[in-house]
């Protein structure tokens, strides 16, 4: 009878193409990150758990740093596409818009709380370290939309004049401040979303009587 060959009882390594790994350590973090937080991640383990050797996400991330920036760089791309594709509706009033864009943001907050709490954090990555120009430019343009959405509507006599990135950081801070909430079990997501229409309409016009 022949023997078994002694390899038979190790795992096999997956062979993966070189952008396929890439994205195959990316989704494997989000994974670990969703259930086990940020203090779990780490290259070898995501190496394990997809099946390459211990070496491999070397090729990727030069350490656990740099696996982090990439995961909130991906975040914030994801996040920047939902919220470009909310204010792309130039038919709309801007009450309307603003609150497709607050409920895209509230969605994605709402959908990864884990991965929102990383990106805001890796966003003050030391300037000058690898992921910190890619981080910049897209928080840049996450708060962009919301600037952009509030200048045009200026420029239409829609609200108020000022300066609009002051303005953006009121609305931002809003924004967030019902994701925190939620990610603490302080307010009910289903809640926060039904009332959205009318939080929107809160921070547009104010608290005085008309």
Not at 24 to 44: H, I
Not at 61 to 80: I, P, T
Request: proline residues 4%; charged residues 25%; aromatic residues 4%.
């Amino acid at each position: 009878m022949p023997r078994p060959s002694s390899s038979s009882s190790k795992p096999a390594l997956r062979p993966y193409h070189h952008g396929d790994l890439r994205a195959a350590l990316l989704k494997s973090a989000e994974r670990t990150l969703r259930e086990k937080g940020v203090g779990a991640l780490s290259l070898r383990e995501l190496a394990r758990d997809i099946g390459v050797s211990h070496a491999a996400p070397g090729r990727h991330f030069k350490d656990k740093q740099a696996l982090l920036d990439a995961l909130a760089l991906d975040g914030y791309e994801r996040l920047n596409q939902a919220l470009g594709e909310a204010t792309d509706r130039t038919a709309q009033s801007f009450e309307q818009r603003m609150t497709a864009l607050a409920r895209a943001y509230l969605g994605f907050a709402v959908d990864n709380p884990e991965l929102l709490e990383l990106m805001f954090a890796r966003k003050h990555a030391p300037e000058g370290s690898a992921g910190s120009e890619g981080l910049a430019a897209a928080v840049d343009q996450s708060l962009g939309s919301i600037t952009a959405l509030i200048a045009d509507a200026q420029e239409h006599g829609e609200i108020v004049r000022g300066d609009p990135e002051q303005i953006t950081m009121v609305a931002a801070a809003s924004l967030h401040g019902l994701a925190a909430l939620i990610a603490a079990c302080a307010l009910d997501a289903e809640e926060a979303m039904s009332g959205l229409d009318e939080h929107v309409r809160l921070l547009l016009n104010g608290l005085r009587p008309r």
